[in-house]
């Protein structure tokens, strides 16, 4: 197959991560790839990954996606678009001879008011994928989709190829069973690091520690009241987190994470980044995030009310040693790795769109 995607890829992002290693598997497994990317954006420093073994090019205008629309190279087999750009989309659409125009959904799948560029998949566009059930079914409602859909999540930088993942610790790690609790994401209101600061007395009925990494514009304010509640010995902002074999070891330090987002999610990469390690999490169910339930970790139903009991309930549980920590790993490697994700893009791009679909029609 050809395979044209369409998609940022300068410096590191969600959309970057899935891009490049997307194109990288279906490399890997003698297809042809190209990523076509916009030029770095404002105040972005070049960032593209060195030496890919697909093909890249780059457009800024509206002349440069002309140029891109009438290159010669092989009748593309798929075009896929992840992101929410008029350029992109426009793009997709100049590309001639297409067999399959798809747009897959990496946000929440909520419109971002009258002028989306999203609106666009419903001219030209012969599927949508979204990267969790809930994002398909938003997407669905929020931009009156009524062709084929399915769900196929996106890849996170793949820990397990990357990196050497011990087996997972057995938890609780400390002798006195009390929990240390992280938390991975930007710093913004919605991600919830500040929900978990102000319900530290009840976090730590079984924890001793909880670690916030990230950065991000609420960053001042959380220290402030961290400060304000005198949490300093209890609650720490740690900063950016790393990435590759320290980002490993870094999780497996952990006993638990925790996500009580509420915002606009699609599925966040962190929670299988978690997984891999054998970390159990318990999150808030907002868009995508139910995709990724499992038996030894917790996930709200979307109301933000239940996320300090089922933390109760699985911080009890991981105090008591009840957690198979092996048996969540191998849940990720079931449903999530690398091989697995790639293999599910293979077979939607093999196939024909109604043999593909999975009865989500609307």
Not at 98 to 126: I, K, N, Q, T
Not at 331 to 355: G, I, K, T
Request: with cysteine.
């Amino acid at each position: 197959m050809h395979i044209i995607l369409i998609g940022y890829l300068h410096n590191l992002g969600g959309i970057q991560t899935h891009s490049h290693w997307l194109a990288k598997g279906l490399t890997e497994r003698g297809h042809s790839v190209e990523i076509l990317t916009p030029a770095p954006l404002h105040g972005d420093a070049p960032g593209l990954p060195e030496n890919p073994p697909y093909d890249v090019a780059e457009y800024r205008t509206l002349r440069d996606i002309a140029a891109l629309g009438r290159k010669a190279r092989p009748r593309p087999d798929a075009v896929i678009v992840a992101g929410t750009g008029w350029k992109a989309m426009m793009l997709a659409l100049a590309i001639k001879g297409a067999r399959r125009r798809v747009f897959f959904e990496v946000m929440s799948g909520e419109r971002g008011g009258f002028f989306d560029p999203r609106l666009l998949s419903r001219f030209g566009f012969d599927a949508i994928v979204g990267q969790g059930s809930g994002v398909e079914r938003k997407f669905i409602r929020e931009f009156g989709w009524h062709g084929p859909s399915t769900v196929i999540p996106a890849l996170p930088e793949p820990l397990e190829v990357v990196c050497s993942i011990p087996d997972a610790p057995a938890l609780p790690q400390s002798p006195d069973g009390k929990l240390r609790l992280g938390f991975f994401s930007r710093l913004v209101g919605y991600k919830g690091a500040g929900f978990l600061i102000e319900n530290w007395d009840r976090l730590a009925q079984y924890a001793d520690t909880l670690d916030i990494w990230g950065t991000g514009s609420a960053q001042d304010e959380f220290a402030r009241a961290i400060t304000a509640a005198g949490l300093e010995q209890s609650v720490t902002l740690k900063g950016r987190y790393p990435g590759g074999q320290e980002y490993v070891e870094l999780l497996q330090q952990y006993d638990l994470t925790l996500l009580p987002t509420w915002g606009k999610e699609g599925a966040p990469l962190v929670l299988l980044e978690s997984m891999a390690c054998g970390i159990p999490f318990v999150a808030n169910g907002v868009g995508g995030i139910p995709d990724y339930a499992n038996p030894y970790c917790r996930i709200t139903s979307g109301d933000i009310s239940e996320f300090l009991p089922l933390y109760e309930e699985l911080a009890s549980s991981i105090s008591r040693s009840e957690i198979d920590t092996k048996k969540l790993q191998d849940h990720y490697s079931a449903n999530f790795s690398y091989d697995r994700l790639v293999d599910q893009w293979e077979r939607f791009l093999l196939s024909e769109l109604p043999d593909t679909i999975q009865g989500h029609k609307s």
